[in-house]
């Protein structure tokens, strides 16, 4: 399936640059830890990527040896699409290896996975689930000082995509990654239409879309824009502090299309500050020109964090 965005915004992003390639016997696979309709994600190392004699562990994004010409098409587009992203806050994609029949996709490996688990993992839910072992369930579950650094680094990864006038089309927690010490950045490896399938919906048959995070617009008339991913940050927003619930949990898919064409937003979440509620309502605007921007977002975010930073007095 060719992803639209891959083409849809190359007219206006910066030249495109043509991705590294990686010798195949520079790669050891190790593991699978991801499983997609198009082929397998794998834990593993490449030496030499970034200092010569080193290894450096990554994320191996296979297609299936027997793809066809158009399935190897897109793998060329979203490689080159790929390379030519660079910031903190998207996952870093290192290149390609075509020398075997199973053309492979490098990327940083992040080693606490996608942010919808972590959120679910780190939640009052999971927490309930332990047994007994205060310390243990304090330690784990997210602060909110913690939830407003994750927000921080998806908007600062979202603001650089708008600004490269990428359009992401699938911005939502599950489409983050978060590595050590609570590093999170926007990347996905193509499965999510797999691992969470009732987060799409099936339209006519051939088109899955994730109608929960989308706005009236692409609702109806199927339009994606820098302003249609700006709504799909405030949902983002949503979960994260909800830890990890899918919007709109009570209702069927057909029930969310018509709230959200009846202009119906999501419920402010119990533990939602208000600088957060006030910019999610700020992503729900009705009209996308209404919509904040992510660079406002980012602003307000930024005003707002030594607030929630705890100062420890260094004794
Ligand atoms: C945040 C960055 C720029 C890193 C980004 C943006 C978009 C995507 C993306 O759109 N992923 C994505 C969707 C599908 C997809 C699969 C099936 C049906 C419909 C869409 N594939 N991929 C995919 C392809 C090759 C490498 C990795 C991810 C990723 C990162």
């Not at 965005?5 to 043509?18: E, G, H």
């Not at 040896?65 to 806050?89: I, Q």
Request: glycine share 6%.
């Amino acid at each position: 399936v060719d992803n639209p965005n891959y083409c849809v915004s190359r007219k206006k992003m910066n030249p495109l640059k043509c991705p590294k390639t990686v010798k195949l016997q520079t790669i050891l696979l190790m593991r699978v830890i991801g499983e997609g309709a198009f082929g397998r994600v794998f834990l593993g190392t490449c030496a030499h990527l970034i200092k010569k004699n080193e290894f450096t562990i990554v994320a191996v994004k296979t297609l299936k040896g027997n793809s066809s010409e158009s399935l190897k098409r897109d793998f060329e587009r979203e490689a080159e699409m790929l390379s030519s992203l660079e910031h903190e806050n998207i996952v870093t994609f290192y290149g390609v290896c075509t020398e075997s029949d199973q053309w492979m996709m490098i990327f940083e490996f992040m080693e606490n996975g996608d942010l919808n688990k972590f959120l679910r993992m780190h939640g009052p839910d999971a927490a309930m689930l332990r047994a007994g072992d205060m310390s243990q369930e304090l330690q784990q579950q997210l602060t909110k000082e913690q939830l407003m650094k994750i927000v921080i680094q998806i908007a600062s990864g979202l603001e650089y995509l708008a600004s490269q006038h990428f359009v992401h089309r699938d911005v939502a927690t599950r489409n983050c990654l978060v590595g050590a010490d609570l590093v999170v950045k926007l990347g996905d490896f193509g499965m999510s239409r797999d691992i969470y399938c009732t987060d799409y919906y099936k339209v006519d048959g051939t088109a899955i879309i994730p109608v929960r995070w989308m706005p009236p617009e692409s609702i109806m008339y199927r339009t994606f824009t820098v302003e249609s991913d700006v709504w799909s940050f405030g949902v983002t927003l949503w979960e994260v502090y909800t830890y990890g619930k899918q919007p709109w949990f009570e209702y069927s898919n057909i029930e969310v299309i018509e709230h959200i064409k009846n202009h119906r937003t999501l419920r402010r979440p119990p533990i939602c500050p208000d600088v957060i509620y006030k910019i999610m309502t700020g992503c729900w605007k009705s009209s996308p020109q209404d919509r904040l921007t992510m660079k406002e977002i980012t602003r307000l975010l930024e005003t707002e964090l030594p607030s929630t930073l705890v100062y420890i007095d260094i004794i």
